[in-house]
């Protein structure tokens, strides 16, 4: 079985600079590819790096809404030069209004900035939404999209708001994360999604699986867990017992949908 990766963050800083190891792990563990996204552009450069040294890794670049406040002058300059240098998506991009104290002025304004970048350019974008389904829903419908698609990074929207999502191009990537037994709503939700716009993803090193279902543990420089990205496996055989096929049936599944949207990069 080949396995996708729809979106992690291999250059955190949590992973202590044993990158090399975790690949040659993925690799074992039959990982194909994996979306590598920055989220800022002090990271962009650790992504890019990563992309030449592995063609396992297909990098993303693009503002965090977490990390907005580091906005240079220049930001979206430097957002078009980095897409010129390799083959990559745009994102982690998105609206939160989740988080404690984060201001939400100015995360429509860089968001669609970037989705505009994204859609003149027919790059796959993978976006970022916490409690803010209804307005990101509002500005993909009047604002220019990417024809290739674009993925909602571990979809934790209404399940009623997934068929009006999936017409305006979106895919759904389901992580290790909803595996646990309190997420029941979240996974639920992920029967409504169509099955050609399914995807799969670890997020790694965050949202960590079950401690039933981890394959690899992994600590961080102080001994904290970190989510290993040779998990991904997991995740679809976690999935895949939820929706009640083989993980084979699943794989080859996700692979033809990753394929459709990122198969040109």
């Keep these: 079985m080949k396995f996708y990766d729809a979106h992690n963050h291999l250059q955190d ?22 979306v590598v996204n920055g989220a800022c552009e ?11 040294e592995n063609q396992m ?4 670049f693009g503002y965090h809404p977490w990390y907005l406040h580091e906005l240079t002058p220049d930001w979206l300059a430097n957002l078009k ?21 984060l201001p939400y002025a100015g ?7 970037q989705l505009q970048v994204a859609a003149g350019r027919n790059l796959p974008v993978s976006i970022h939404c916490l409690q803010a389904w209804g307005r990101l829903l509002e500005l993909l419908q009047s604002h220019p999209r990417p024809a ?25 990537s389901f992580p290790g994360y909803f595996l646990h037994e309190r997420k029941w709503k979240q996974r639920a939700a992920f029967k409504n999604v169509p099955p050609d716009r399914l995807l799969v993803e670890t997020d790694a090193p965050d949202q960590p699986l079950p401690a039933a279902n981890i394959l690899v543990r992994l600590a ?6 970190v989510n290993h990205p040779a998990n991904l496996p997991a995740v679809y055989a976690g999935l895949a017992a939820f929706f009640g096929i083989k993980t084979e049936s699943l794989a080859a599944l996700v692979e033809e949908n990753f394929l459709r949207l990122f198969g040109n990069l």
Excluded at 19 to 34: P, V
Excluded at 45 to 51: D, T
Excluded at 107 to 113: N, T
Excluded at 220 to 225: M, V
Aim: charged residues 25%.
């Design 13 to 34: 800083d949590r992973f202590s600079g044993r990158q090399t190891e975790l690949l040659t792990a993925c690799e074992k563990a039959g990982i194909k590819r994996m």
């Design 42 to 52: 002090e990271d962009w450069p650790q992504v890019l790096q990563l992309a030449r």
């Design 57 to 60: 890794v297909l990098p993303s």
């Design 81 to 101: 030069k980095i897409l010129d240098a390799v083959p990559s998506a745009v994102g982690e991009i998105g609206l939160d209004r989740w988080k404690p104290d």
């Design 107 to 113: 995360q429509e304004e860089a968001f669609l900035a």
């Design 148 to 172: 290739c698609g674009f993925v909602l990074h571990s979809f934790g929207g209404p399940a009623e708001m997934i068929p009006a999502f999936a017409k305006l191009g979106a895919y759904f």
């Design 220 to 225: 961080d420089g102080n001994a904290k867990p």
